[in-house]
């Protein structure tokens, strides 16, 4: 399967198309907003900022070009950062592009950020997570989302209360872990997302 990453000028999209490759994807990154509009798969993978990945994603129409695919039903995954970016305004600064309904809250723990591997404790069915519950994956994070709809979090973590580490709804996923150093987890979990996709055609 084509899986295009929009390009919003920062980041590790060359390890994540490292990942996917391995995983059996034909990846890319693109600035071309008609590209990754149509691609049969889109992700947006990121570290940092919310405000200045949404300012990379707006300055190249890339916003739209997802808002669009998820008009349309086309599948869009976000990895850490670009799971938040699927949702509201962020209490780091910022909004994200909107299509999951909630806000992004800084992580109440005693150790912030929440890094290193943790365990997923699976809160529902999910194609994206299939035999991924209580696999140990990695994570590098402040902030996490806090959906207004609980029942589209399909995973969650423990780190002095709970973390939501997945989310699906429809068109949109979204995971806050790092596949990419995610080891054999991770893997699987990119193969899972190719089984995701397809399901929706």
């Given at each position: 399967?084509?899986?295009v990453?929009?390009?919003?000028?920062?980041?590790?999209?060359?390890?994540?198309?490292?990942?996917?490759?391995r995983?059996g994807?034909?990846?890319?990154?693109?600035?071309?907003?008609?590209?990754?509009?149509?691609?049969p798969?889109?992700?947006?993978?990121?570290?940092?900022?919310?405000?200045?990945?949404?300012?990379?994603?707006?300055?190249?129409?890339?916003?739209e070009?997802?808002?669009?695919?998820?008009?349309?039903?086309?599948?869009?995954?976000?990895?850490?950062?670009?799971?938040?970016l699927?949702?509201?305004?962020?209490e780091?600064?910022?909004?994200?592009?909107?299509?999951?309904?909630?806000?992004?809250?800084?992580?109440?723990?005693?150790?912030?950020?929440?890094?290193?591997?943790?365990?997923?404790?699976?809160?529902?069915?999910?194609?994206?997570?299939?035999?991924?519950?209580?696999?140990?994956?990695?994570?590098?994070?402040?902030?996490?989302?806090?959906?207004?709809?609980?029942?589209?979090?399909?995973?969650?973590?423990?780190?002095?209360?709970?973390?939501?580490?997945?989310?699906?709804?429809?068109?949109?996923?979204?995971?806050?872990?790092?596949?990419?150093?995610?080891?054999?987890?991770?893997?699987?979990?990119?193969?899972?997302?190719?089984?995701?996709?397809?399901?929706?055609?």
């Amino acid at each position: 399967m084509k899986a295009v990453l929009a390009d919003y000028g920062a980041g590790n999209l060359r390890s994540v198309c490292s990942a996917l490759s391995r995983a059996g994807f034909e990846p890319s990154i693109a600035l071309d907003p008609h590209v990754v509009r149509e691609a049969p798969l889109a992700i947006i993978a990121g570290v940092g900022h919310v405000e200045s990945a949404q300012r990379g994603l707006s300055g190249q129409g890339l916003d739209e070009a997802l808002a669009d695919r998820a008009e349309r039903s086309r599948p869009v995954v976000g990895i850490c950062v670009g799971l938040q970016l699927l949702f509201e305004e962020s209490e780091e600064g910022g909004r994200g592009l909107g299509l999951l309904a909630g806000p992004v809250r800084r992580i109440a723990a005693r150790r912030v950020p929440h890094m290193g591997w943790n365990s997923l404790e699976l809160s529902g069915p999910s194609v994206l997570l299939d035999g991924l519950d209580g696999r140990d994956v990695y994570f590098a994070h402040s902030y996490a989302v806090d959906p207004v709809d609980a029942t589209i979090v399909k995973a969650v973590a423990e780190h002095d209360g709970r973390i939501v580490a997945a989310v699906e709804s429809g068109p949109l996923a979204g995971v806050q872990f790092h596949p990419e150093r995610s080891g054999v987890a991770g893997a699987r979990l990119l193969e899972n997302v190719a089984t995701w996709a397809r399901s929706l055609d």
